[in-house]
């Protein structure tokens, strides 16, 4: 693709994701690599003709020392040659990570983030580009196919997500790099994508690679019309719930809730958009929320019977005769208020120090594929022991001597009828952190209330 042909296209791009109007301020992220070097080289080119206002953010890690300092100079020193105005930031990311039981990943992207919405606002520019293109959205695709995501996670990176827009989706990293070579544009390597320890950098450095040479060629081409046509069909099912919740619910009944007789003749995929509909207006973060609760959800069997369930972020849903409610786990108890647990998931980090507090647990999430519980005991709840062996808790709670009097107040978190906790005594066998682990589940229980002799929030 020659130079022009690349600016004619990330134009029409634009231009079709109705990502500008005229007047806006745009900041360009732009690390010195060489896709954001070149969505720097084509805004400003198309500046004048979008009526846009350029700005540059630039952000230092801290992370690879003086090849860190070279890419904030080089960026510095293209703005100026550009005569666009540029921001930079240096953050501790590795520090920031390990407060926050983060990835280094996870953390950069977050301190990204948070620089760049401060950045825009100081310089009140309306939208953010980022530098994502076609392979980056195809290798998205794939890690949400395997981590078996839906229609939502297929529909891999949205060309624009509130102020956030991406013009190069609509192009490749060879693209890229041909348009920059031809136009004798150079740029910074990071050495950080080449090496595997990073999921996203073996889809890119090895599976790819191989399924193009040995498959299809134009298989990035494919996946990215694959992921094109599930973003379409899920705007247009979300959009659906949303006539149906309006169309169907009376006044009466309260925000988070749908008569189960609606939801009950919705075919299966409507079911789950509907449920997600209702999160939708009972929280703002649904980042934590997965198919497999969903999945749970939608499972609960009514009055009888597997009529709760927990969500993480502190939400709860109860089927009941009428109506399917999720709320927040404000009020909820059993018998007494009931502490809430506090789950976060990430991935592990090279050095692991498993926590020792008592009411902090760190589990397998790999291992976890059903929806987790926290409640009181029940009939057949079990743990799984060193060796593989199978305990029931009430034989457990003989042993242990337990009160029988606090035994049907004390909380538990379960995968159906396995226990991978009880909140202040053990947990499964089965669940434990192994060399293995690559996703961490972490369990906190902190309400400052007396449960099981102690005191529930964990020592800070």
Not at 77 to 95: I, K, M, N, Q
Not at 97 to 109: D, H, I, K, M, Q
Not at 354 to 364: G, H, L, M, S, V
């Amino acid at each position: 693709m020659d130079v022009q042909a690349m600016k004619a296209r990330v134009l029409d791009f634009m231009k079709s994701c109705n990502m500008t109007e005229g007047g806006d301020g745009v900041l360009a992220a732009v690390s010195g690599g060489a896709d954001s070097v070149c969505l720097l080289f084509l805004l400003k080119e198309l500046s004048f003709g979008l009526g846009i206002r350029l700005w540059v953010f630039h952000l230092n890690h801290g992370l690879r020392g003086r090849e860190a300092d070279r890419d904030e100079a080089f960026v510095r020193a293209l703005c100026a040659r550009l005569d666009v105005p540029f921001e930079s930031a240096r953050e501790d990311t590795g520090a920031f990570a390990v407060e926050n039981g983060l990835s280094t990943e996870e953390a950069g992207r977050i301190l990204r983030y948070r620089h760049l919405a401060r950045c825009a606002e100081a310089h009140s520019c309306q939208k953010i580009a980022t530098a994502h293109h076609m392979d980056d959205n195809t290798e998205t695709v794939l890690m949400n196919l395997f981590r078996g995501s839906g229609l939502r996670g297929l529909g891999g990176i949205r060309p624009v997500r509130g102020k956030i827009i991406r013009p190069l989706l609509c192009v490749t990293r060879e693209e890229i790099e041909d348009y920059l070579t031809a136009r004798r544009i150079s740029w910074c390597e990071d050495a950080t994508n080449r090496e595997m320890i990073y999921t996203r950098n073996r889809l890119r450095n090895e599976l790819l690679p191989w399924v193009e040479k040995y498959m299809n060629r134009r298989a990035a081409e494919h996946i990215q019309k694959a992921s094109e046509m599930a973003a379409q069909a899920d705007e247009y099912l979300r959009l659906r719930a949303g006539e149906i919740l309006s169309a169907e619910r009376s006044p009466g009944i309260e925000t988070g809730s749908i008569p189960v007789s609606v939801l009950d003749r919705q075919p299966d995929i409507m079911k789950a958009y509907l449920v997600r509909a209702l999160l939708a207006e009972t929280t703002e973060n649904e980042k934590d929320i997965t198919e497999r609760h969903i999945r749970a959800v939608l499972g609960l069997g009514g009055p009888g019977g597997g009529t709760r369930a927990d969500l993480p972020g502190g939400l709860s849903v109860v089927r009941g005769y009428e109506t399917l409610t999720i709320t927040r786990n404000e009020e909820a108890s059993v018998g007494e208020r009931m502490p809430e647990p506090v789950f976060r998931v990430f991935s592990r980090k090279k050095e692991l120090e498993i926590p020792k507090n008592r009411y902090t647990k760190w589990f397998d999430y790999d291992k976890i594929k059903d929806m987790l519980s926290v409640r009181t005991r029940k009939e057949g709840d079990f743990f799984l022991l060193p060796g593989g062996g199978k305990k029931t808790l009430h034989r457990y709670m003989i042993d242990e001597k337990i009160p029988r009097g606090e035994r049907d107040r004390l909380l538990l978190v379960a995968e159906g009828s396995h226990i991978l906790w009880l909140i202040g005594y053990r947990i499964s066998e089965y669940y434990k952190i192994t060399d293995a682990t690559e996703n961490i589940l972490e369990v906190t229980i902190c309400k400052g209330e007396q449960h099981g002799g102690e005191d529930t929030c964990p020592a800070q």
